[in-house]
């Protein structure tokens, strides 16, 4: 960043929760210090690794990107549905934003927007990126 003068603030990066519990402590501390310089910070590819909550909650990131297996099988899974429930409600718990990755119909956007996940930009997905990119 001071090579190229770039605004912290404007750094978004991400870190998949396997690689963020392998070494909690480790990532705690370098997290921490990315944050402290206003980097923003994502929990990448939530649901598919071994989180500990108490661990999650010492992370200093700013957004959970729940992973693509949940969101493609939301429709005509109760229980994967009821796991993306209270993974936005968790996210939302502990001050977090949420995004879905991986939103390819309108009914996974409609049921995404019930849960109160953040819409918009914040969801992610071949159909919807396509759709957005025409309508504007």
């Known amino acids: 960043m001071k090579e190229t003068g770039l605004d912290p603030s404007c750094l978004n990066l ?14 705690v501390v370098v997290l921490s210090e ?10 990448d590819d939530f649901g598919t690794g071994y989180s500990s909550l108490s661990r999650l909650r010492r992370f ?9 297996s949940f969101i493609s099988h939301m ?13 936005v409600m968790l ?3 502990l001050g977090l ?3 879905a990755e991986g939103v390819e119909t309108q009914v996974q956007a409609d049921l995404l927007k019930v ?7 914040r969801l992610q997905g071949v159909e919807w990126r396509n759709s957005r990119a ?3």
Do not use: Q
């Open 75 to 87: 429709e005509t899974d109760v229980e994967t549905r009821e796991i993306v429930r209270i993974i």
């Open 91 to 93: 996210a939302h718990g």
């Open 97 to 99: 934003k949420v995004v």
């Open 14 to 27: 991400e870190i998949t929760e396997t690689i963020a519990m392998a070494d909690a402590d480790r990532s």
């Open 115 to 121: 849960m109160g996940c953040e819409l918009g930009w």
């Open 60 to 68: 200093p990131v700013d957004t959970l990107k729940i992973d693509r």
């Open 34 to 43: 990315l944050k402290a310089l206003g980097v923003h910070l994502d929990i």
């Open 134 to 136: 025409t309508n504007g």
